[in-house]
């Protein structure tokens, strides 16, 4: 059965863009107290990036045509891809570890910390992808709806 997102859902999506937005703008203050620095700035980048994206998916939100469930699923996707993103990020700019991101200046390092990391960049990356797929499929769904299409 398709319905309308719940608003609260949408409320909480905008909360935790601010919430991470926030984070963002402070890891910039300390950009050069870390190991990376380069590393730092991007997480600095993602936080605020990846807050925008979770407020403008809450803006839209009311307008997603999905299951119940798959609202469900997307809201947890989205949540849990972008604060992995920067968590990853940051364990990198802290260690200045991060083999999977050498255009940034991370080292290889323990074979844990690198392990953490990759598989924070790989589930984000699987998670983001689904979101995206997930929310274009019911906004077509409210388009076509509205016989826009």
């Known amino acids: 059965m398709e319905r309308y997102a719940l608003p609260k859902q949408s409320g909480k999506l905008i ?14 203050l300390f950009v050069h107290n870390m190991a990376n620095p380069r590393m730092a700035l991007s997480a600095h980048l993602e936080g ?13 939100w009311k307008r997603i045509r999905l299951s119940k469930r798959a609202l469900a699923i997307t809201f947890w996707l989205a949540v849990y891809g ?11 700019a802290v260690t200045g570890f991060g083999k999977m991101m050498p255009l940034a200046g991370g080292q290889e390092g323990p074979a844990f910390l690198d392990g953490v990391i ?3 960049l790989i589930s984000l990356s699987l998670c983001m992808v689904a979101v995206c797929i997930l929310s274009l499929t019911g906004i077509y769904r409210h388009i076509k709806m509205e016989g826009a299409v």
């Open 48 to 60: 605020v990036m990846n807050g925008i994206f979770l407020m403008v998916l809450g803006l839209i």
């Open 118 to 120: 990759s598989f924070l």
């Open 15 to 28: 909360f935790l863009g601010l919430l991470l937005f926030l984070l963002g703008l402070i890891i910039g």
């Open 82 to 92: 972008t604060f992995a993103n920067l968590a990853a990020v940051i364990i990198a």
